[in-house]
């Protein structure tokens, strides 16, 4: 599904190195983790991989099923089924949520060329999908995530992934700022979206979340590199032992 | 002062061709007056501080620059969907024939060549009179040669609720029309009247509209300037407003290679209110200046202006924008906004924002700013899958919202939302 070779990105603007050489590969059916330290360029890989100016790849390739991500700008990747849940979802205040869905799904449809939702679907489907997030029609009117809390706008995320119904998800941190509850609710987002055509790579700070989302395959990213890969004990040696000892390992 | 004598030629020049309607007593009392402000003021030049953003040479020329007329085919016209009595006037001139009846209740409209024949009138306390107003403490030479030799106008006055908005649909018809058009309107005490204006109006168009808002009365004003580009409008509204009175004008631009919109709002009353507001946008030659004069000379009243222009491709944006607070205006509530989101590198937007204040306790805050596009947003929508250029309308359009939002109507608010998506959406192709 995703397949990332020795990517190599340092900062546009400045000599500064941030990934250095990331070898990673989520299959279709599955669910990758990244963990590691602040920092390490979690982060800074989703924004690579979705196309956000200001990086500059200095070596390697990031293909979506055998097609090059990298020559594509943003709009294309995401019509070729690259979705992520931003660390920190933007406020675009004056853009009804609802409008932005609706251009979004129909854009990414057209750019398929596929025909785009009438009115009267697109409502159903997104009153449910907002349903099961326990998002309200008030915050469906509302601008885009403006005024929204933490876990309202995370909540966001997971519902225009649901509408999209992309190949690969990139979620980043979605599990950051929800409470309890919110989190079991992204779980399901993500749970129900779960199968064999479709991908995941879950970044996480919290073993917690990888309770809800079962991983496949874990690794361990610290200073732009993937250091270990493991199966779902990884995340729990993280969560006892922090990242020293692993670090060391390397070292 | 005598006037130099480069600026005394031309404004003889610019006067020479023009004539006056003829008119009874009071009407002819009033152009003569007004005649006498425009000889001693003389037309602005561009070494006049409230004329530096704005050359006014085209405006001030003998004739009036050609101007490509612009047949509309791709939309249905602006507000016809509406209720309303619709009154045409074509190249400045008022078009019976292609308005609708004018009778309406709660309102008498009436045209101002016949109007002005009469001995008496209300338009006497109106007419020329908030233009002579207004005249102070910066001149508007413009409006006062409207009064003077303005060759048609409306006098609209509405004793109760207006039982339909009136619009008023400005046709340009003609290539080197010069139309000068002068309304007055009164809102009675209580009485509530909504007027919408659209269309270029003429090659070259001067419209006055001086607007009585007494006590506890209502006065709402849509506008739509749209399209046409090659045309040049000056434009003022003066305002009086009367104790608990409401006041609220928008205006939508859209092109326009010379556009000036003036307003002059005084408060007289107390506990009125005044929302001013505009969006407007262009391309290239582009140039719009919103001009604005509050005058708060009465206690706990508030005013609102909020200004947005898009622009790019070398386009000009202009605001000049001031709220004068007298000695003895307490709890005066004075908001200004002015933005603009420079969509390149070549557009400018050339702002003065200012507030004179000689009351104690009052609270008012200004700001300006001008921008590009929010990356981070732009960036965000891409990666949904909307394309660069739809998500930069979308964003351009966001970036409006918060001035069709002082819109009131819902209807209209859409409406003139859609407008500027369409206008938005024809560029993008
Ligand atoms: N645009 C930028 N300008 C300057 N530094 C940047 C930029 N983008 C990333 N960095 C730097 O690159 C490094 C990696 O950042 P990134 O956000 O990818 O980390 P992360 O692993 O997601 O961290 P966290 O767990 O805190 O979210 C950091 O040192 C960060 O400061
Ligand atoms: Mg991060």
């Given at each position: 599904m995703l397949e990332i070779?020795?990517?190599?990105?340092?900062?546009?603007?400045?000599?500064?190195?941030?990934?250095?050489?990331?070898?990673?590969?989520?299959?279709?059916?599955?669910?990758?983790?990244?963990?590691?330290?602040?920092?390490?360029?979690?982060?800074?890989?989703?924004?690579?991989l979705s196309g956000k100016d200001g990086?500059?790849?200095?070596?390697?390739?990031?293909?979506?099923?055998?097609?090059?991500?990298?020559?594509?700008?943003?709009?294309?990747?995401?019509a070729a089924g690259l979705f992520l849940a931003f660390q920190y979802p933007v406020e675009i205040?004056?853009?009804?949520?609802?409008?932005?869905?609706?251009?979004?799904?129909?854009?990414?449809?057209?750019?398929?060329?596929?025909?785009?939702?009438?009115?009267?679907?697109?409502?159903?489907?997104?009153?449910?999908?907002?349903?099961?997030?326990?998002?309200?029609?008030?915050?469906?009117?509302?601008?885009?995530?403006?005024?929204?809390?933490?876990?309202?706008?995370?909540?966001?995320?997971i519902l225009q992934m649901a509408?999209?119904?992309?190949?690969?998800?990139?979620?980043?941190?979605?599990?950051?700022?929800?409470?309890?509850?919110?989190?079991?609710?992204?779980?399901?987002?993500?749970?129900?979206?779960r199968d064999a055509g479709r991908g995941f790579l879950v970044i996480t700070h919290y073993q917690r979340l990888l309770n809800h989302i079962q991983p496949d395959v874990v690794h361990i990213m610290s200073e732009g590199r993937i250091i270990k890969t493991g199966g779902p004990e990884l995340a729990l040696e993280v969560e006892e032992n922090g990242y020293a000892d692993l670090k060391a390992e390397v070292a | 002062m005598a006037l130099p004598q480069a600026k005394l030629d031309a404004t003889e020049a610019r006067i020479s061709g023009l004539s006056r309607i003829p008119g009874g007593a009071w009407l002819d009392a009033a152009q003569g007056a007004a005649l006498e402000r425009v000889l001693a003021m003389g037309v602005p030049g561009r070494r006049d501080e409230y004329w530096r953003f704005t050359d006014p040479a085209a405006l001030n020329a003998p004739e009036a620059p050609t101007a490509a007329t612009m047949t509309v085919t791709d939309e249905a016209p602006i507000f016809d969907e509406i209720d309303r009595v619709k009154l045409v006037f074509v190249d400045g001139m008022f078009d019976a024939e292609a308005s609708d009846d004018p009778r309406l209740a709660g309102?008498?409209?009436?045209?101002?060549?016949?109007?002005?024949?009469?001995?008496?009138?209300?338009?006497?306390?109106?007419?020329?009179?908030?233009?002579?107003?207004?005249?102070?403490?910066?001149?508007?030479?413009f409006a006062a040669l409207n009064t003077a030799f303005a060759q048609d106008g409306l006098l609209?006055?509405?004793?109760?609720?207006?039982?339909?908005?009136?619009?008023?649909?400005?046709?340009?018809?003609?290539?080197?029309?010069?139309?000068?058009?002068?309304?007055?309107?009164?809102?009675?005490?209580?009485?509530?009247?909504?007027?919408?204006?659209?269309?270029?109006?003429?090659?070259?168009?001067?419209?006055v509209m001086e607007v009585e808002v007494a006590n506890r009365a209502t006065f709402n004003?849509?506008?739509?300037?749209?399209?046409?580009?090659?045309?040049?409008?000056?434009?003022?509204?003066?305002?009086?407003?009367?104790?608990?009175?409401?006041?609220?004008?928008?205006?939508?631009?859209?092109?326009?290679?010379?556009?000036?919109?003036?307003?002059?709002?005084?408060?007289?009353?107390?506990?009125?209110?005044?929302?001013?507001?505009?969006?407007?946008?262009?391309?290239?030659d582009f140039h719009h200046d919103d001009t604005v004069f509050i005058t708060h000379d009465a206690v706990n009243c508030e005013s609102r202006q909020v200004y947005k222009k898009v622009l790019r491709n070398g386009a000009t944006g202009v605001f000049q924008g001031k709220i004068l607070v007298k000695a003895g205006a307490q709890k005066t509530d004075g908001y200004q906004m002015s933005q603009a989101l420079l969509l390149d590198d070549d557009a400018q937007f050339l702002a003065k924002p200012e507030l004179e204040i000689y009351a104690d306790d009052v609270a008012c805050s200004h700001g300006s700013t001008s921008g590009a596009i929010d990356e981070e947003a732009l960036f965000y929508l891409r990666a949904r899958g909307v394309p660069k250029a739809e998500a930069t309308d979308m964003l351009t359009l966001s970036f409006l919202a918060e001035a069709i939002q002082e819109i009131g109507d819902e209807t209209i608010r859409d409406e003139i939302h859609d407008r500027l998506e369409a206008w938005l959406a024809r560029r993008r192709g």
């Amino acid at each position: 599904m995703l397949e990332i070779k020795n990517l190599h990105v340092k900062l546009e603007e400045e000599d500064k190195a941030i990934l250095k050489g990331v070898n990673l590969t989520v299959e279709a059916g599955k669910v990758h983790a990244i963990m590691g330290p602040n920092g390490s360029g979690k982060s800074t890989l989703s924004y690579v991989l979705s196309g956000k100016d200001g990086y500059e790849v200095t070596d390697g390739s990031a293909t979506l099923l055998g097609e090059d991500l990298l020559s594509m700008d943003p709009e294309q990747r995401a019509a070729a089924g690259l979705f992520l849940a931003f660390q920190y979802p933007v406020e675009i205040p004056g853009v009804g949520n609802m409008t932005f869905l609706r251009t979004a799904v129909n854009a990414q449809r057209k750019a398929r060329g596929e025909e785009e939702m009438s009115s009267a679907d697109f409502l159903k489907l997104v009153r449910q999908k907002a349903k099961e997030l326990e998002i309200d029609a008030d915050m469906l009117k509302r601008p885009v995530n403006t005024g929204f809390s933490g876990g309202e706008k995370k909540r966001n995320e997971i519902l225009q992934m649901a509408m999209l119904e992309p190949k690969m998800c990139i979620l980043d941190e979605t599990d950051s700022g929800l409470d309890v509850d919110a989190m079991k609710l992204v779980a399901q987002g993500v749970n129900a979206l779960r199968d064999a055509g479709r991908g995941f790579l879950v970044i996480t700070h919290y073993q917690r979340l990888l309770n809800h989302i079962q991983p496949d395959v874990v690794h361990i990213m610290s200073e732009g590199r993937i250091i270990k890969t493991g199966g779902p004990e990884l995340a729990l040696e993280v969560e006892e032992n922090g990242y020293a000892d692993l670090k060391a390992e390397v070292a | 002062m005598a006037l130099p004598q480069a600026k005394l030629d031309a404004t003889e020049a610019r006067i020479s061709g023009l004539s006056r309607i003829p008119g009874g007593a009071w009407l002819d009392a009033a152009q003569g007056a007004a005649l006498e402000r425009v000889l001693a003021m003389g037309v602005p030049g561009r070494r006049d501080e409230y004329w530096r953003f704005t050359d006014p040479a085209a405006l001030n020329a003998p004739e009036a620059p050609t101007a490509a007329t612009m047949t509309v085919t791709d939309e249905a016209p602006i507000f016809d969907e509406i209720d309303r009595v619709k009154l045409v006037f074509v190249d400045g001139m008022f078009d019976a024939e292609a308005s609708d009846d004018p009778r309406l209740a709660g309102v008498e409209i009436e045209r101002l060549a016949e109007a002005g024949k009469t001995d008496i009138h209300w338009a006497r306390d109106v007419y020329g009179m908030l233009e002579a107003r207004g005249q102070s403490p910066v001149q508007r030479p413009f409006a006062a040669l409207n009064t003077a030799f303005a060759q048609d106008g409306l006098l609209i006055r509405a004793t109760g609720k207006a039982g339909r908005h009136v619009h008023l649909v400005y046709l340009h018809e003609s290539e080197s029309s010069d139309a000068i058009l002068h309304h007055c309107i009164k809102v009675e005490e209580g009485a509530e009247l909504t007027v919408l204006e659209n269309g270029p109006g003429a090659a070259r168009f001067n419209k006055v509209m001086e607007v009585e808002v007494a006590n506890r009365a209502t006065f709402n004003h849509i506008r739509a300037q749209g399209r046409d580009h090659e045309r040049r409008a000056m434009t003022h509204i003066f305002a009086r407003l009367g104790a608990e009175s409401l006041f609220k004008s928008f205006t939508m631009t859209a092109n326009g290679v010379l556009t000036r919109n003036e307003a002059v709002i005084e408060f007289t009353g107390d506990n009125a209110s005044a929302h001013v507001a505009g969006a407007a946008m262009g391309d290239g030659d582009f140039h719009h200046d919103d001009t604005v004069f509050i005058t708060h000379d009465a206690v706990n009243c508030e005013s609102r202006q909020v200004y947005k222009k898009v622009l790019r491709n070398g386009a000009t944006g202009v605001f000049q924008g001031k709220i004068l607070v007298k000695a003895g205006a307490q709890k005066t509530d004075g908001y200004q906004m002015s933005q603009a989101l420079l969509l390149d590198d070549d557009a400018q937007f050339l702002a003065k924002p200012e507030l004179e204040i000689y009351a104690d306790d009052v609270a008012c805050s200004h700001g300006s700013t001008s921008g590009a596009i929010d990356e981070e947003a732009l960036f965000y929508l891409r990666a949904r899958g909307v394309p660069k250029a739809e998500a930069t309308d979308m964003l351009t359009l966001s970036f409006l919202a918060e001035a069709i939002q002082e819109i009131g109507d819902e209807t209209i608010r859409d409406e003139i939302h859609d407008r500027l998506e369409a206008w938005l959406a024809r560029r993008r192709g």
